[in-house]
C-alpha cells in the first residue's frame, strides 16, 4: 500500500467553502483533481489557457512553471492572481475563483435554460 508521505497544506476555495489538501509540491490545481473535487475550472493544465484564473487571498504559493502574460499582466501576479495549474502552495492558501467560475457548475444547464 502507497501513503503520500509529501507535506500538505489546506487549500479553501472562498466560492464554494470547499477546503482541500495540496501536497507543497504540486500545483494547486493538481491537488484539487487528485481528490477529485471540483470548483476550480479546468483548461489546458500547462498554463496556456488561462482557465484556472485564482486570486489568492491568503498565504503564499511559489512557482512551479512560467504563467503566460496573455492571460495574467505581471501587475496582476503582484497582486495576488495567478493560474492555479502553475503555482504550488508553500503555507495554507485561501483563494477566489476568477473569471470562468459559473462554468463548472452550470454545464449542463445552459442547453435547458436556452430551450
Same mark, same amino acid.
Do not use: W
Given at each position: 500500500?502507497? !501513503?503520500?508521505?509529501?507535506?500538505?497544506?489546506?487549500?479553501?476555495?472562498?466560492?464554494?467553502?470547499?477546503?482541500?489538501?495540496?501536497?507543497?509540491?504540486?500545483?494547486?490545481?493538481?491537488?484539487?483533481?487528485?481528490?477529485?473535487?471540483?470548483?476550480?475550472?479546468?483548461?489546458?493544465?500547462?498554463?496556456?489557457?488561462? %482557465?484556472?484564473?485564482?486570486?489568492?487571498?491568503?498565504?503564499?504559493?511559489?512557482? $512551479?512553471?512560467?504563467?503566460?502574460?496573455?492571460?495574467?499582466?505581471?501587475?496582476? @501576479?503582484?497582486?495576488? !492572481?495567478?493560474?492555479?495549474?502553475?503555482?504550488?502552495? $508553500?503555507?495554507?492558501?485561501?483563494?477566489? %475563483?476568477?473569471?470562468?467560475? @459559473?462554468?463548472? !457548475?452550470?454545464?449542463?444547464?445552459?442547453?435547458?435554460?436556452?430551450?
Amino acid at each position: 500500500m502507497f !501513503f503520500d508521505t509529501r507535506p500538505k497544506v489546506s487549500v479553501h476555495i472562498a466560492q464554494t467553502d470547499e477546503t482541500y489538501a495540496c501536497a507543497t509540491s504540486e500545483s494547486l490545481l493538481q491537488g484539487m483533481l487528485r481528490l477529485g473535487r471540483k470548483g476550480i475550472p479546468v483548461g489546458c493544465v500547462n498554463g496556456g489557457c488561462g %482557465v484556472c484564473k485564482v486570486h489568492v487571498l491568503e498565504g503564499q504559493c511559489h512557482a $512551479l512553471g512560467p504563467i503566460s502574460r496573455a492571460h495574467v499582466s505581471a501587475t496582476e @501576479e503582484a497582486h495576488g !492572481f495567478t493560474l492555479a495549474c502553475r503555482v504550488a502552495p $508553500l503555507t495554507p492558501v485561501e483563494l477566489e %475563483v476568477v473569471g470562468k467560475f @459559473e462554468k463548472p !457548475f452550470k454545464k449542463g444547464f445552459a442547453a435547458k435554460a436556452n430551450h
